[in-house]
């Protein structure tokens, strides 16, 4: 079955960098567009950032254009959300995700809090 285990959260303060990764099974990884999602608290789940298959496109929300790149290393199976410059407004859980069979698959999320 599909697994998608995200990881590398944590504390950074304003200005910090983390690099997320999410370890992707139960497919063939390098065949599907793979998207990073993030909730904060009391909002609804948003669209960060997604790349194609073999990575030749990305895109990204406007509000972490310029600061966050996604990549993937289809050899291992891992999608990364590289985040710079970081805002108190970053503070969110993270979540990776895949469509396949129809439907949309998530990870448990990973949780991003910046703050001084």
């Known amino acids: 079955q599909v697994q998608l285990v995200e990881s590398g959260g944590g504390s950074v303060q304003p200005g910090g960098s983390l690099r997320l990764s999410c370890i992707a099974s139960?497919?063939?990884?390098?065949?599907?567009?793979m998207t990073w999602y993030r909730q904060a608290p009391g909002k609804e789940r948003e669209f960060v950032a997604g790349?194609?298959?073999?990575?030749?496109?990305?895109n990204y929300a406007d509000t972490v254009k310029g600061r966050f790149t996604i990549y993937r290393d289809n050899a291992k199976n891992t999608v990364y959300l590289e985040m710079n410059s970081q805002k108190p407004e970053d503070t969110a859980v993270y979540y990776c995700?895949?469509?396949?069979?129809?439907?949309?698959?998530w990870g448990q999320g990973t949780q991003v809090t910046v703050s001084s």
């Open positions: 790349i194609t298959s073999v990575g030749e496109n990305t």
């Open positions: 139960g497919f063939i990884f390098s065949n599907y567009m």
């Open positions: 995700r895949v469509i396949y069979g129809s439907r949309a698959h």
